[in-house]
């Protein structure tokens, strides 16, 4: 009898771990594809507008995303229920399109930077919403991110110039925080929805929602040409960034918790940092300051998560 229970808690801890595995790496793709994303998006922005852009990612994603879903119980039904319509408001047209728009706005740097607060605004939601505990050090850290996104939103990164780099980072903002409750949303889906159909109905709700703002911006400025270069960065952005992580990003919410998972989110403004070099980005020295209590906040806030 006592190497039964032996083996039925060996077989218990396997299963835990093994589930923790999948989940860490499913966040730590979804980050890594995060990272580079600002730096393809600043690219074919010069291309199209940015609301054509969220459309196209989202048709491009929902195509390769619905027939693998169908296979796990999608239906195209799903996309109209409350449920998932509220679902893709916020983690896709919300998210994607105040983004896309706050980025011709404001400079890679401030973009990621600002977004550095989500885990913050994450675990608020979690404790308010999910009853997720929240202790010392994560209530010090999140004090932590507020002020260091105060100080990279007063400041834009030097290289480019912009007209309106406060309004460009106040999008960006209210983007992190719809991604925030699409988090808060998705954990608690979690449990009665596979991943996958997740993604497709979230995505296809998103799609919906994005046509009357891709026709008015199309009606004012025209279709765009892309180019060779440009048409590679859209299917980047549609079938890697929007379609597969938003996959693994759900798959993740099946294995941790919302608070774990979001403070992965940390390891992206070191990412698009870097890239932001690329285009020839120097963020002034108040950003970098604000940028490093930002993540020392995360860090310290994930400590005890």
């Known amino acids: ?26 966040l730590f793709i979804t980050i ?74 404001t400079s890679v740097s401030s973009t990621v930077l600002i977004l550095s607060i989500v885990p ?3 675990t608020i939601l979690a404790v308010i919403f999910l009853k997720e505990r929240i202790g010392r050090s994560q209530i010090l850290g999140i004090i932590l991110v507020t002020v260091g996104v105060v100080l990279v939103s007063i400041e834009n990164g030097q290289g480019e110039t912009y007209d309106h780099p406060l ?24 449990e009665g929805q596979p991943a996958l159909v997740m993604a497709a109905a979230s995505i296809g709700a998103g799609m919906l929602q994005m046509i009357p703002f891709a026709a008015w911006e199309i009606a004012e400025q025209g279709l765009p040409y892309l180019s060779g270069a440009g048409w590679l960065c859209v299917l980047y952005l549609s079938l890697v960034s929007s379609g597969l992580t938003t996959y693994l990003w759900n798959d993740a919410l099946h294995h941790l918790s919302a608070s774990v998972a979001s403070s992965y989110i940390n390891l992206v403004p070191v990412i698009g940092i870097a890239s932001a070099y690329l285009l020839g980005e120097q963020p002034p020295l108040i950003q970098i300051i604000g940028g490093v209590l930002a993540i020392s906040g995360v860090l310290l806030s994930s400590r005890s998560t």
């Open 120 to 122: 913050a605004l994450t």
């Open 32 to 105: 890594l594809i995060w990272g580079t994303t600002f730096l393809v998006t600043k690219i074919i922005l010069r291309e199209m507008g940015p609301l054509q852009l969220t459309e196209l990612r989202f048709v491009l994603a929902f195509l390769l995303l619905a027939p693998l879903a169908a296979r796990q119980g999608f239906r195209l039904k799903q996309i109209f229920t409350k449920e998932y319509m509220l679902f893709g408001l916020t983690g896709t047209t919300l998210y994607y399109a105040l983004q896309n728009v706050g980025m011709t706005y």
């Open 167 to 190: 309004i460009g980072n106040l999008l960006i903002f209210i983007s992190g925080l719809s991604w925030a409750i699409y988090t808060i949303q998705g954990r608690k889906m979690s």
């Open 1 to 26: 009898m006592t190497i039964s229970i032996d083996k039925k808690w060996a077989l218990v801890i396997e299963s835990i771990v093994m589930r923790n595995t999948r989940g860490y790496l499913s």
